[in-house]
């Protein structure tokens, strides 16, 4: 596998030439990402880019503390990921499934008998790619600041009809993983989260990524901001322990890419149960666009990728994994909604289309 700078060199030729144009996709992306922290877009972004599991490109914009100047470090600022939670959660699911220990077709009353029975059955895996029925957030619920456990959290929705009956739609929400969460802890008989940081974390050295808990407050950790009309104020104080499958994770971008190239090389997780979590589901013959815990997709060129985006109180996320051209690209942000993607694609297409057809 040839590095990024390599390609360039071999298809620019002269080293001169090859520095101009490694300096002309750097200066696009600077100028792209620099344009958001100089718009008031959001207050902070970090990125960071792999390509054959080496990191090719790496940097911090603007600032992860405004009142304190405090710049972004990509290996250290720790954001909020919101949905990039989701495959690291699904990782773990993975594993599980892998030993044996979750059937992904068997009901979810299996592992969860006290849920309150709803019309229709549903499985875990119609819970891991949102066509179990189960709805979305309600009024302040995006938002909640209780200190709910994942178990204590089902008061929220448990007692709500299914908005179809599965199999027969898709609703996006992060409820679902929470119900996935707590199916996984039940057949573990471990709490999730010390689940996935043996399983999960540990193995892939991902030191800077966490469960955000209240009252605990970790070094580097990026204050979370939203926008009002002059810049940023303080975003609200938001609990998300209970949704940590679905959006609770904290972490850097240079742990990130740490999980996407362990799916590149197979590590952890096999080839046939990754193909498993990486295949979209179709309803009624349509594709969904989404695994188990994982968006599949190709981009405006017809490649392939699959990954998450987040939106979150206090953090915005990209996570991009394109197996042909071997790329892995994380950016994350600590403002709330800023309506940066089509930004952000701009920056990822620039690095694909640099890193393709280099083997």
Same mark, same amino acid.
Request: charged share 20%; with cysteine.
């Given at each position: 596998?040839?590095?990024?700078?390599? /390609?360039?060199?071999?298809?620019?030729?002269?080293?001169?030439?090859?520095?101009?144009?490694?300096?002309?996709? %750097?200066?696009?992306?600077?100028? @792209?990402? $620099?344009?958001? *922290?100089?718009?008031?877009?959001?207050?902070?972004?970090?990125?960071?880019?792999? $390509?054959?599991?080496?990191?090719?490109?790496?940097?911090?914009?603007?600032?992860?503390?405004?009142?304190?100047?405090?710049?972004?470090? !990509?290996?250290?600022?720790?954001?909020? *990921?919101?949905?990039?939670?989701? !495959?690291?959660?699904?990782?773990?699911?993975?594993?599980?499934?892998?030993? +044996?220990?979750?059937?992904?077709?068997?009901?979810?009353?299996?592992?969860?008998?006290?849920?309150?029975?709803?019309?229709?059955?549903?499985?875990?895996?119609?819970?891991?790619?949102?066509?179990?029925?189960?709805?979305?957030?309600?009024?302040?619920?995006?938002?909640?600041?209780?200190?709910?456990?994942? #178990?204590?959290? @089902?008061?929220? /929705?448990?007692?709500?009809?299914?908005? /179809?009956? !599965?199999?027969?739609?898709?609703?996006?929400?992060?409820?679902?993983?929470?119900?996935?969460? @707590?199916?996984?802890?039940?057949?573990?008989?471990? !709490?999730?989260?010390?689940?996935?940081?043996?399983?999960?974390?540990?193995? %892939?050295?991902?030191?800077?990524?966490?469960?955000?808990?209240?009252?605990?407050?970790?070094?580097?950790?990026?204050?979370?901001?939203?926008?009002?009309?002059?810049?940023?104020?303080?975003?609200?104080?938001?609990?998300?322990?209970?949704?940590?499958? +679905?959006?609770?994770?904290?972490?850097?971008?240079?742990?990130? %890419? #740490?999980? +996407?190239?362990?799916?590149?090389?197979?590590?952890?997780?096999?080839?046939?149960?990754?193909?498993?979590?990486?295949?979209?589901?179709?309803?009624?013959?349509?594709?969904?666009?989404?695994? %188990?815990?994982?968006?599949?997709?190709?981009?405006?060129?017809?490649?392939?990728?699959?990954?998450?985006? +987040?939106?979150?109180?206090?953090?915005?996320?990209? /996570?991009?994994?394109?197996?042909?051209?071997?790329?892995?690209?994380?950016?994350?942000?600590?403002?709330?909604?800023?309506?940066?993607?089509?930004?952000?694609?701009?920056?990822?297409?620039?690095?694909?289309?640099?890193?393709?057809? *280099?083997?």
């Amino acid at each position: 596998m040839k590095s990024f700078f390599s /390609f360039l060199k071999s298809v620019f030729g002269t080293a001169e030439t090859f520095q101009s144009e490694e300096r002309t996709v %750097l200066d696009k992306v600077d100028c @792209l990402l $620099q344009s958001l *922290i100089e718009e008031k877009k959001v207050p902070g972004l970090s990125i960071s880019v792999s $390509q054959g599991n080496q990191i090719i490109f790496e940097k911090g914009y603007g600032f992860a503390d405004l009142e304190n100047k405090i710049s972004v470090i !990509p290996q250290e600022t720790i954001f909020r *990921i919101a949905s990039i939670s989701k !495959p690291i959660a699904a990782t773990a699911l993975a594993i599980l499934v892998a030993e +044996g220990v979750i059937d992904l077709d068997a009901s979810f009353y299996d592992y969860v008998p006290y849920y309150p029975k709803k019309e229709y059955d549903f499985s875990i895996r119609q819970l891991a790619n949102h066509t179990a029925g189960i709805r979305g957030y309600r009024g302040k619920e995006y938002g909640l600041n209780e200190l709910f456990s994942i #178990k204590d959290s @089902l008061v929220i /929705f448990k007692d709500d009809d299914l908005l /179809f009956k !599965p199999g027969t739609a898709y609703q996006y929400t992060s409820y679902d993983w929470v119900l996935v969460s @707590l199916a996984m802890q039940e057949a573990s008989g471990m !709490p999730f989260e010390k689940y996935v940081e043996e399983k999960v974390l540990q193995p %892939l050295q991902m030191t800077n990524t966490f469960p955000e808990v209240a009252g605990v407050v970790k070094a580097n950790t990026s204050k979370f901001y939203a926008k009002n009309r002059v810049g940023f104020r303080k975003a609200m104080s938001v609990n998300n322990f209970f949704k940590l499958a +679905g959006g609770g994770y904290l972490s850097t971008t240079t742990d990130i %890419l #740490k999980l +996407g190239n362990a799916y590149l090389k197979n590590f952890l997780v096999d080839e046939t149960t990754k193909n498993t979590f990486l295949s979209a589901a179709t309803v009624n013959g349509v594709s969904t666009y989404y695994g %188990l815990g994982w968006q599949v997709s190709t981009d405006v060129k017809g490649r392939e990728y699959y990954g998450h985006i +987040g939106n979150g109180v206090g953090g915005y996320s990209n /996570f991009f994994v394109y197996p042909k051209e071997e790329v892995v690209i994380c950016i994350l942000t600590n403002g709330t909604n800023p309506n940066i993607q089509e930004v952000l694609d701009r920056v990822v297409a620039l690095f694909v289309t640099y890193c393709e057809d *280099i083997h």
